[in-house]
C-alpha cells in the first residue's frame, strides 16, 4: 500500500468531516417525526430518487438555475463544483485501472501524480494525465473568476456580496489554494522526476527556469494536503456547509418534506443549505431602493443558523417573496422568516378577542370577503357591491358589519396561535352558510383562505371571479379607449401565480402596456403589513422606486388587484390608480342596453359561426 507522511493532513480533515456529517445528518434525522422519517426511508425506494439524482446533477454539480440567469456566475460555480467532481471521479477510475487489486486508500487517487510519476506504466496513462490536466484548468478557471468576484462583484452584474465570517475566510482561502497548490505540486514533479501533460508539463518547465523544482515538489505535496485537511476541517463551521447539505435538502424535497411552521430538521437542512452565493441581495427592494443592507434573507439565515437573531432585522422584511424566487438553492425564505419570528414571540396566551361576539352565518350561494384593508378602501368594497347586484350573484358579505380579520397579519407578526383562533371562527361561519365560493378583495385574505383553512370549497380572489362572471356574461364589459399597466401584488404572483385572470379581464377594457417588473418579477408597492419596523419614509422610497419601474411608459391608468397596494401607489403615482374591481364597475354596461348588447354580441357569434 503507497504511503507517506505528508498525506496525513488531508486523511485526517477528511475522517473528521465525515465523522461531522455522519453526526450531524443522523441527529437530524433521529430529530424528525416518523412521518418524514418514513417519507426519507421509502423515498430511497421510490422512482422519486431519479428526480432527486437529476436535480443533483443539474443544481448542485452543474449549476444550471443559477447559469439560467448570470451565465458568468454560473460558469464559475459549475467550473468548481462540477471539475472538482470530475477530477474525484476519473482520478478514481485512473487510480483503479493503474492497480486494479489490493489497497487503494482515498489519498492515492487525490495524490496520483505523487505517488505514480512515472509515464506510461499503465494502459491509456496519457489519456488519463491529459484528461486530469484539462480538468484541473477547468477548475482553476473557476478559482480565478471566484477571486475576481470578490474584489469586483459588479463586473459580474451584483451590486452587493454577503460578508465573510472568520471561519469562512479560513475555509474560503484555503479552498482557493487546494487548486493552484495541486498544479505546483504536479508541476514540479512533472520537472523533477516526469510524467503531466500539456498543462502540468509545460508549467513545471517554465518553474523549473528560476526555481529548483527537485528540492520543492515534495513540499509542494504537503502544502496541497494541508489545504484539503483545512478545508475539510473547516467546512462545516463556515458557508461551505452548504456544499453536502444542498444534496440532502433535495432527497427531503423529492421525498416529500417540506417547511411546517415550526422549526423542524427541514429547517435545519434548509438553513444549512444556504451557500450566501448573494444572489438574493440584489433583488430585495428594501437594499436597492431603500438603502437598508442587513436584514436580507442571506443575513437572516446566517443569523438564525448562529442563533443571533435580532428581532428588529427579522421583522424589518416585506414578505414580498422577491428572494425567494432569486434563490437557485430554492430554500423557503419567507417560511424560515415566519418561524424565527414566532420564537422570537414564545408562546403567546390565547388572545382576548376569543370571546368577541362574531355575527351569524347566512345562507347564500357565495361569500364575498372584503377584508380589513378594502374596508380602508371603500371604493373596492363599493364597486364589488355595484358588480354583484348588476350579476344577480346571491352573495353574503360576510364582514360587512364587523367580525374577524382573516388571521394572516397576526401570522406575519409570528403569533400562530391567535391567528388560529380567527381561522377556527371563521372557517366555522363559512361552512354554517353552505356557500360554495367564497370571493375576496384582498389578496392577503385569499393566500391564507386558499392555503390554511382547509374549506373545501372555491377560493377566489375577485379578479379571477370577476372574470367567471364576466365569461359566464352575467356581466358585460366596454372598452374605456385608454392605456393601463397592470401591477401584480405579491401575494397574489409568485406564490400563487394569479398572473392571465386580470389581464385576460383587462383587456377587453384598455390596451396593456407590458412593464419589465411584472409576474414573478414584480415588485413590492411598500405597504407590505408583513414589514413591523418600517416607517414611512422607507415605505415611501420603496413606492417611488416601485412606481417609476413599472410605469416608465406613462400608461393613463395604473391597475392593481390589492387595496394595500393602490393605496401605496396613488401617494407616489401621477396618474389614477385603480382596483381591478373599479375598472369593471366603470366598464359595465348596467340596465337596459345591457340586454341589447347581450344580443347583438350573440347575433354576431352567430352570423361568424353560420359563415365559417
Ligand atoms: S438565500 Fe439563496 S440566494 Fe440568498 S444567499 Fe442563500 S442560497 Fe443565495
Ligand atoms: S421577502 Fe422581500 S423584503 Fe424580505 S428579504 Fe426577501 S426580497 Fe427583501
Known amino acids: 500500500m503507497k504511503f507517506d507522511l505528508f498525506v496525513l493532513p488531508f486523511t485526517l480533515g477528511l475522517l473528521f468531516l465525515l465523522g461531522y456529517l455522519t453526526v450531524t445528518y443522523g441527529r437530524w434525522f433521529k430529530q424528525m417525526n416518523t412521518t418524514d422519517r418514513s417519507k426519507i426511508i421509502t423515498g430511497f425506494f421510490s422512482f422519486r430518487l431519479f428526480g432527486a439524482l437529476c436535480e443533483i446533477t443539474s443544481e448542485s454539480l452543474l449549476h444550471r438555475r443559477i447559469f439560467m440567469k448570470n451565465r458568468l456566475l454560473g460558469f464559475m460555480h459549475m467550473s468548481l463544483a462540477f471539475g472538482w467532481f470530475l477530477l474525484i471521479v476519473i482520478g478514481n477510475m485512473e487510480s483503479r485501472v493503474f492497480q486494479p487489486a489490493g489497497m487503494n486508500p482515498p489519498y492515492v487517487p487525490i495524490f496520483f501524480r505523487f505517488f505514480h510519476s512515472t509515464p506510461g506504466v499503465f494502459p491509456l496513462h496519457s489519456v488519463f494525465s491529459f484528461v486530469m490536466d484539462l480538468l484541473l484548468l477547468f477548475v482553476l478557471a473557476g478559482v480565478m473568476l471566484a477571486l475576481a468576484k470578490r474584489i469586483y462583484s459588479r463586473a459580474y452584474g451584483m451590486k452587493r456580496t454577503t460578508k465573510l465570517m472568520p471561519g469562512d475566510r479560513f475555509a474560503l482561502t484555503s479552498l482557493w489554494l487546494i487548486f493552484p497548490l495541486r498544479l505546483l505540486a504536479e508541476s514540479f514533479t512533472s520537472e523533477a522526476i516526469g510524467g503531466g501533460d500539456f498543462l502540468t508539463a509545460s508549467t513545471g518547465q517554465l518553474l523549473g527556469h528560476f526555481l529548483p523544482a527537485g528540492l520543492l515538489f515534495y513540499p509542494a505535496w504537503w502544502a496541497y494536503s494541508v489545504a484539503l485537511g483545512v478545508f475539510f476541517a473547516a467546512l462545516p463551521f463556515s458557508r461551505y456547509m452548504h456544499i453536502p447539505t444542498e444534496v440532502v435538502l433535495i432527497f427531503s424535497r423529492h421525498f416529500g418534506l417540506s417547511e411546517t411552521g415550526v422549526r423542524t430538521s427541514f ?6 443549505s444556504c451557500s450566501r452565493c448573494g444572489i438574493c441581495l440584489d433583488a430585495c427592494q428594501l437594499s436597492f431602493a431603500a438603502g437598508i443592507h442587513t436584514v436580507q434573507s442571506a443575513y437572516q439565515l446566517k443569523a438564525i443558523r448562529y442563533n443571533h437573531i435580532k428581532s428588529n432585522e427579522s421583522l424589518n422584511c416585506l414578505m414580498c417573496g422577491r428572494c425567494e424566487t432569486a434563490c437557485p438553492v430554492g430554500i423557503d425564505i419567507p417560511k424560515i422568516r415566519l418561524i424565527a419570528r414566532n420564537e422570537m414571540n414564545g408562546k403567546t396566551p390565547d388572545p382576548s378577542f376569543s370571546q368577541q361576539l362574531m355575527p351569524g352565518t347566512r345562507k347564500a350561494d357565495v361569500i364575498y370577503f372584503a377584508g380589513c384593508m378594502t374596508h380602508q378602501t371603500p371604493s373596492i368594497k363599493k364597486a364589488m357591491k355595484k358588480i354583484l347586484a348588476e350579476a344577480g350573484v346571491n352573495y353574503w358579505f360576510m364582514d360587512e358589519d364587523g367580525g374577524l380579520c382573516c388571521g394572516r397579519p397576526m401570522m406575519l407578526a409570528g403569533h400562530p396561535e391567535q391567528a388560529s383562533v380567527m381561522v377556527r371562527k371563521n372557517r366555522k361561519l363559512i361552512l354554517e352558510s353552505g356557500a360554495t365560493t367564497l370571493v375576496t378583495s384582498c389578496p392577503i385574505c385569499f393566500k391564507i383562505f386558499a392555503k390554511e383553512y382547509d374549506l373545501k370549497i372555491r377560493v377566489m380572489h375577485h379578479s379571477q371571479y370577476l372574470l367567471e362572471l364576466e365569461e359566464k356574461h ?91 397596494c393602490k393605496k401605496a401607489f396613488e401617494k407616489v403615482s401621477d396618474v389614477p390608480v385603480r382596483d381591478i374591481a373599479e375598472m369593471v364597475s366603470r366598464s359595465m354596461i348596467t340596465g337596459d342596453i345591457k340586454e341589447i348588447v347581450y344580443k347583438q354580441k350573440k347575433a354576431t357569434a352567430v352570423r361568424s359561426l353560420v359563415i365559417d
Open 267 to 272: 429547517t435545519e437542512v434548509e438553513i444549512n
Open 474 to 564: 352575467k356581466i358585460q364589459l366596454k372598452p374605456l379607449h385608454a392605456s393601463a399597466v397592470y401591477h401584480d401584488p405579491c401575494e397574489l404572483s409568485r406564490d400563487i401565480r394569479v398572473y392571465e385572470e386580470p389581464r385576460k379581464l383587462l383587456s377587453g377594457m384598455v390596451s396593456l402596456v407590458q412593464p419589465e417588473f411584472e409576474k414573478e418579477n414584480s415588485l413590492c408597492c411598500g405597504n407590505s403589513l408583513a414589514n413591523f419596523t418600517a416607517g414611512d419614509a422607507v415605505r415611501r422610497k420603496v413606492s417611488e422606486d416601485a412606481y417609476a419601474k413599472i410605469n416608465p411608459y406613462g400608461a393613463q391608468y395604473m391597475v392593481t388587484s390589492c387595496p394595500l
